[in-house]
């Protein structure tokens, strides 16, 4: 592929200092709001600002939801921030950025057009003669391994291969920066770390065009094997809440000490500070969300930690069950909400509670269960005393749903709803009638009424 030759990429992993001003793309205090169904706004990010220097990766890392791909968006000007701005090279977005080029999870190819076609797509409109888009997309076609495979249809290749051509409709196009949509979440382990590797062989190539490449990721070990820089996001709404260089030389050793330090440091980072940060908040229902965890799941995870002696370390418990982040960290917070396990950066403890609740029988483990969640998670309280004061202990759910609504989608709502289900029929707390759309308060309930007017719930003390 002819690349117009350029100074060589960054491959030592140093972190470029170049100040803001050299900037290709920077973002300046971006805050983004999608519009509520209550008319008002739903607040996905605030303040972020950051630049991508020539010369770097950079991995944006975050837990599901969190709002990196909305904030790659922005960059890509995909989207409009709601305040602050976006530049490229100094010039302020006004519509998609002129220096990007996105590669997506999902891979976005279209299904009727040939391998050449999908990837002559990323030059179109860009007033070059047909003939030289067809040699600039043979070319990348070429550069990314594709070679042979011009007339096939997307459904003819496998993932990893309709990746290359989702890479290839991005290098086609020369670009300055390469905003990249957790580029390798849908391929299986193996085709995702090959393609990894080419990547990184590519960016360290002296004729690779790409100056900058943003990375959006949740998975730790990717971010520590690809970036230079790494920024977390993290809140409700998010911002940057750190920053972590990685000086570690290319080729990276995932056994080396240094890369496995950095990626307990992240985790730390992910698992606790957040919770740190968020601290000063009063806890509620949309300040404290509910983790993406099932009672079944919170049980499994306290079992494997008391397994490992009632302390782990959690991104080799992730790679002993073959997890990603994603799914482990839902579950931690979990615990770590309703006080089961606590997280000291990258270990995790169980607690004198969640000792005494992986041993006790089932109606105890209930018992126990229910005042963990109404002293730790602010829905399923909010839930116990609104049917405490409702006349007849049962409410709508649309009650819910609509205090949901102030600071979730209506998907997002939906689901808090659904954890909260499945967290207050295991305490016994309340039911849920689907038919009827209600929560009916259980009788084991009413005795935690005097137990929840008191000041401040302690977990250990007993709401009878
Ligand atoms: N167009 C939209 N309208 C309303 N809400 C949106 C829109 N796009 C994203 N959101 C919401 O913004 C929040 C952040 O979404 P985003 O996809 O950026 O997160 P993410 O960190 O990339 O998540 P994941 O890792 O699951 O892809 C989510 O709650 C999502 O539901």
Redesign the pocket.
Known sequence: MSFEKLPPASSSGQVPTAPDEDALILADHVSLS?PAADGGA?D?LTEVSLALRPGEIVALL?K???????LLRLLAGLIEPSSGSVHYRGERLNGANPGAAMVFQSFALMPWLTVLDNVELGIRGTGLPRVQRRALALDAIDAIGLDGFESAYPRELSGGMRQRVGFARAFVQHPDVLLMDEPFSALDVLTAENLRGELISMWGAADFPTRSICI?T?NIDEAVQLADRVLVLGGSPARITAEVPIVLPRPRDRRSPTFDAAVDHLYGLLTGREEGARAHLVPGPLTHPLPEATVGGLAGLVQIVVAHGGQTDLPDLADELAFDVDDLLPLVDAAQMLGLLEVAGAQAFLTETGWAWQSADMQASKRQFAKLAVAGAPLVSTIVRALEHSNDGALRDDFFRDLLRRGF?A??AQRQLELAIDWGRYGELFDYDANAGEFVLAEVASGLADWLEGDQPDRGSDPS
């Open positions: 999608f739903y996905v975050g599901s939801g969190s709002g990196k791909s909305t959006v949740h989608t998907d997002d």
